[in-house]
């Protein structure tokens, strides 16, 4: 059986107070679950309830991306013939609560120094001025909009704003179907694959030999937070770079 990734905690919307919504409530429940038919009224009262038994183990308060298993590529054509390609080595981040108890947030930070490429010269040029400009932008940053649970566990569109060399602009990834293991999920694995225009950034430099189109691919995984001081939307992951 697939496992599921619980909803955040964190932005819960009250119950509803018409039984009318109880039961449009079930019936959504019941629909995923393969059920042909609503309870009794007195039984969809009592929904609202489950989650306190002993037997439903509260959800984590949010989620965090795992660095040491995460990575993002990049790709740039070189006189449209030859592609350039690095790997981003340091992601972090987390999947928040979104603003409505349905959806959440996913927040993912890239150190740029900690790219790595094949040929060393091509490395310094990436992080020099023309292209990523490491030293004054040392980070890569992505919000998303809020997104509906089930379309991080099913995939689909995810757009959001990302931020590079100074500007932010609006970007929407590729979000491929959620990967969990165990019962509740102890880990998980998300993808994202899009791609940027280098002149919405100010990346200008050798127009004649690069593609303007930089494909940015990310593969992460994700770790429940401990609820003990979980980062919020107010107080979001910084990211740091690794020593």
């Known amino acids: 059986m697939k496992a599921r990734l619980a909803a955040p905690t964190g932005s819960v919307a ?5 039984p009318a919504g109880l039961q449009r409530l ?20 009592l929904l609202p309830l489950l989650p ?11 989620y965090r991306i795992d660095s040491s298993r995460s990575q993002a590529v990049f790709g740039v ?11 981003f080595r340091h992601i972090d981040g987390a999947v928040l609560a979104g603003p409505r108890s349905d959806t959440v947030v996913v927040r993912a930070n890239i150190a740029v120094d900690s ?6 010269r091509m ?15 040392p980070f890569i940053r992505f919000v998303s909009d809020p997104l509906p649970l089930a379309t991080l566990e099913q995939g689909g569109p995810l757009p959001g704003r990302l931020s590079l060399r100074g500007v932010t602009a609006p970007m929407s990834f590729t979000l491929h179907p959620l990967h969990c293991t165990g019962a509740p999920p102890t880990s998980c694995r998300i993808s994202l694959n899009g791609a940027l225009q280098r002149d919405d950034f100010g990346m200008i430099a050798h127009r004649a030999a690069l593609s303007d189109r930089v494909e940015l691919n990310l593969a992460i995984t994700l770790l429940p937070l401990a609820p003990a001081s979980p980062p ?3 107080n979001p992951p910084h990211a740091e770079k690794k020593s």
């Open 77 to 87: 054509r070189l006189l449209w013939l030859h592609e350039i390609s690095g790997r």
């Open 115 to 120: 790219v790595s490429m094949d040929s060393p």
């Open 26 to 45: 079930y019936l959504r429940l019941a629909a995923r679950r393969g059920a042909k038919r609503a309870p009794h009224p007195f039984a969809a009262c």
């Open 14 to 18: 009250p119950p509803p107070r018409r």
């Open 232 to 234: 919020t939307r107010d």
């Open 123 to 137: 490395r310094r040029w990436v992080l020099a001025p023309d292209f990523f400009d490491a030293a004054e932008y």
């Open 52 to 62: 306190l038994l002993p037997m439903q183990p509260a959800p984590p308060a949010t």
